[in-house]
């Protein structure tokens, strides 16, 4: 089974920065992407960054210039390096990999790990 455990979720100042880790283990047949979404309370899950099996990259505007995601393969840990975080990247965020299973796709989702950037 795929399992994705997000951690380094937290506190943090206006400014600041944190680091998420997306650990995935188990068997994944063929990845066509991954990434990062968030969710804030009573609003839709919407994508933050994302990463295509062929390493493209692509970002929401909000967080262009500010968020970094990329891939350790060593560890098998998908990361989202925040810089200059404000408010409204308090939601919970959610690592995701959607793999493709001959004619579909099956979305595979973390438990999230919440975000809370205040003073």
């Known amino acids: 089974q795929v399992q994705l455990v997000e951690s380094g979720g937290g506190l943090v100042q206006p400014g600041g920065s944190l680091r998420l880790s997306c650990a995935a283990s188990g068997s994944i047949f063929s990845i066509n992407s991954m990434g990062w979404y968030r969710q804030a309370p009573g609003n839709q899950r919407d994508l933050v960054a994302g990463i295509r099996s062929g390493g493209r990259t692509n970002y929401a505007d909000s967080v262009k210039g500010r968020f970094t995601i990329s891939r350790d393969n060593a560890k098998d840990t998908l990361y989202l390096q925040m810089n200059s975080l404000k408010p409204e990247d308090t939601p919970v965020y959610y690592c995701?990999?959607?793999?493709?299973?001959?004619?579909?796709?099956?979305?595979?989702w973390g438990q999230g790990t919440q975000v809370t950037v205040s003073s």
């Open positions: 995701n990999v959607d793999e493709l299973r001959y004619c579909r796709l099956v979305r595979h």
